[in-house]
């Protein structure tokens, strides 16, 4: 059968095999998902009106990024800019305890359910507890830079992991 491979821009490998034909083909990728990752983009205002003017990416894992006084990205300004930053993760099901420190503004959504609001500061340090089914689940923080320095922290860590369905014994009836 013949197979084709194939190195990609962002270090997956594609194989194909077959698609010759009449022979059935199959598609194989090795790697990371490009979900996994952070996928910013950038604002010239802090109410994300109009098109995004920027867009970088963050490696996967706690989003760690600190811009000190300059801007986040070439096209973005210093001061006044906002981002919205996402990222899907699989979660096993529980509590969890997702702590965001930032010099700015945030907002903090866990699939559709906003777990925190604090838009209208210029530093904050939360922390907010939420009970998530197992499952993959979009991580979206917003966030608006006033002015001077910032930087944006968020990481979570499971708290109380969801209780096991109890095994009951077969209830047998009129035997």
Known sequence: MPTHMEAMEDGRLVVRD????DEPSALRIFGRSPDDDW????????DMIGLPIADET???????????????SPNAPADGFAARMRRTVYLSGGTYRFSVEVLGSVRLWVGAKLIL?????????DAEEVFLPAGRHLVQLDFTDPDGAANVFLDWSLQRAAPSPLLLPELLVGR
């Open 39 to 46: 996928r910013a983009v950038f604002y010239a205002d802090r």
């Open 58 to 72: 963050y490696l996967a894992g706690p989003l760690a990024v600190d811009w000190r006084a300059g801007a986040p």
């Open 18 to 21: 077959g698609a010759y034909n």
């Open 117 to 125: 609001d604090r838009w209208d500061e210029r530093a904050v340090t």
